[in-house]
């Protein structure tokens, strides 16, 4: 069961929105971070907002997003996906970098994609977008939860 994040999730779980997002943040991303898939681009907004905003060392922020991509299964901007995104940017009328990673989280065919920036429930290509910090939790979100709380460690 593929899920993929979106940077703010990320963001959030280093605690740079305040206590309570980067509480349900770390909940989160300890509950998916094995089935979790990282797009290219979210990675490098991530670098971009430690080292920019969060005043992190570069070397640190290396290691940090590093040690992310190998928790996770890092997904490919392809051409085709490019193209996709362009699509997607124009018809839904997307932000191009949104369109990108959820054309990419589609193309690697994950359900899920944990975003605060797109719109909870929209789905492309059999992936739905889950605001995981909205009051109510996605029906899907809270489905895969469930399904992951119960597995063995």
């Given at each position: 069961m593929k899920v993929a994040l979106d940077t703010n999730v990320l963001v959030y779980a280093e605690g740079l929105n305040g206590p309570a997002k980067a509480a349900v943040a770390r909940r989160l991303l300890g509950q998916v971070l094995a089935d979790a898939?990282?797009?290219?681009?979210?990675?490098?907004?991530?670098?971009?907002?430690?080292t920019l905003k969060a005043g992190v060392a570069r070397t640190e922020a290396v290691g940090i997003v590093s040690s992310l991509t190998e928790m996770t299964t890092p997904l490919a901007t392809t051409p085709a996906v490019l193209a996709e995104a362009l699509e997607?940017?124009?018809?839904?009328?997307?932000?191009?970098?949104?369109?990108?990673?959820?054309?990419?989280?589609?193309?690697?065919?994950?359900?899920?994609?944990?975003?605060?920036?797109?719109?909870?429930?929209?789905?492309?290509?059999?992936?739905?977008?889950?605001n995981p910090f909205a009051e109510t939790p996605h029906p899907l979100l809270a489905s895969v939860l469930e399904t992951l709380s119960g597995r063995p460690e």
């Open positions: 898939c990282l797009p290219v681009q979210v990675a490098a907004e991530f670098y971009n907002v430690l997607l940017a124009a018809s839904a009328r997307f932000r191009i970098f949104d369109a990108l990673i959820l054309a990419t989280a589609a193309s690697a065919g994950c359900i899920l994609l944990l975003s605060e920036d797109l719109q909870d429930g929209f789905v492309y290509r059999g992936t739905t977008v889950a």
